[in-house]
Structure formats: C-alpha cells, structure tokens
C-alpha cells in the first residue's frame, strides 16, 4: 500500500484528473463543434471532407482522456473514489449532481463511440439518434467542469468555459437552423409533387 501510496504522489495523480478532464473537454468541443458543421448544407463538400476525419479523431481521443480522467480519479492518493462513486451516475458523495452529468456524458460518449464503429450493422437512423445525444453530452461537461473543477474560478478557465459555451451555443443554433431549412424544403418539394 505505502509503494502504492508512493506511485500516486509521483505521479501526481490530481495533475493527471486536471489535465485529463481539461484535454477531454477540449478535444470534446473541437469534436461536437466541427461535428454540427460536418452534416447538412452549411459548410462546402472540400471543407467536410477535411473536417469530418478531425471530428471522428477528436471525439476518439477525447473519449480516451475521459477514461483517464476516471481511472486517475480512483487511484487519486488525496481523495480516492470508489469505482462505484464513478460508475454510477448520482452516487458520489462529493458533488452527487455534477459529477453525475460527468458520469453521463461518459456513457454517452461510449455509446457515440461504440455506434459509430457498428454503424452499418444498426442502421443509420438509430446511429443518428444516438449521435445527437451529443449536444447534451456537451452541456453535461460544460456544466460537470464549471462547477466541479478546482480551476473553474481562474480567469482563464472562466474564459475558456465561456468561449466554447458561446461557440457551442453557436454552432447547436445554426444546426437546428439548417435542419428546419432542410425540413421545410422537403416539405416545399412534396407540396410540388416532387
Ligand atoms: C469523460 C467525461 C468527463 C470529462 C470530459 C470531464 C472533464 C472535467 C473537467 C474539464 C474538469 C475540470 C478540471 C479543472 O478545472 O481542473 C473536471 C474535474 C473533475 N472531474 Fe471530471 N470529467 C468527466 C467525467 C468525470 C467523472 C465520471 C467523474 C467522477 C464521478 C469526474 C470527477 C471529477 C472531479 C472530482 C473533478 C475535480 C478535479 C479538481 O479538483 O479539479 N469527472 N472534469
């Protein structure tokens, strides 16, 4: 246990929470930003095509961070979660609420992960739907490192959870927008008899 003890403060195991939760969050609003832009009309086929691999890329990348995150949070040497604290969404007893959306959007990012790789075996409609769960995915971190991280009060993480709240907000607008367009012309498109 004191070598275990010893590897942990070595490895300065909250440094790794921190950097672990900020990287994740970072390559997860890279990932749903360029995702909303990556479908539909708004952005020209060239541009999609450079975008789309960065989207996919981003979202791997950040969903391995947000396994280190949780992995590190269990060894941490100060405060050790249970795996149970971690897993289950709502169970810890530091922050239930908040570090239950962190829980959530984890699995979420799974189940993003896991149905893009089988996407052809379930169908696009179903791979759709799980891949919108995206935008409240991103509002449960937005929210899960505002509130729970011990940086969230420092100007520059105020600015950086500002920035992608305003740009996330964004891109989730003109998404909807394109969509509604889309909605409408096909609607136009029948009324013709198209
Ligand atoms: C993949 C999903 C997750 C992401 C992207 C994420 C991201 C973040 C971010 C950005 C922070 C703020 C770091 C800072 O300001 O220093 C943070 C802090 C924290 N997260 Fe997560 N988180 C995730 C899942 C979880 C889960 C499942 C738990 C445990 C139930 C958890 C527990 C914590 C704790 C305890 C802190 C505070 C660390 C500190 O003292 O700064 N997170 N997380």
Not at 44 to 70: S, Y
Not at 183 to 192: D, N, P, S, Y
Request: hydrophobic share 55%; net charge positive; glycine share 10%.
């Amino acid at each position: 246990m004191a070598t275990w003890t010893v590897v942990t403060d070595w490895l300065s195991t909250w440094g790794v929470i921190k950097a672990s939760g900020l990287t994740a969050y970072m390559l997860m609003f890279v990932s749903v930003v360029l995702g909303a832009f990556s479908y539909g009309a708004v952005i020209p086929p060239d541009v999609k095509k450079i975008l789309l691999p960065i989207h996919q890329t981003t979202g791997w990348f950040g969903f391995l961070f947000g396994l280190l995150h949780g992995a590190a949070l269990m060894i941490d040497g100060y405060r050790p979660f249970l795996p149970g604290e971690v897993l289950v969404p709502f169970a810890s007893g530091f922050h239930p609420v908040t570090l239950g959306l962190g829980t959530l959007a984890f699995y979420i990012m799974a189940a993003i992960v896991i149905s893009s790789d089988i996407m052809r075996k379930l169908g696009r409609k179903i791979w759709k739907s799980v891949h919108m769960l995206s935008y409240p995915m991103f509002l449960f971190l937005l929210v899960h490192g505002a509130v729970d991280g011990s940086d969230a009060d420092k100007p520059w993480a105020f600015l950086m959870y500002a920035c992608s709240a305003v740009i996330f907000a964004e891109a989730l607008l003109i998404r909807m927008y394109v969509q509604w367009k889309k909605k409408g012309g096909q609607i136009e498109g029948l009324a013709r008899g198209r």
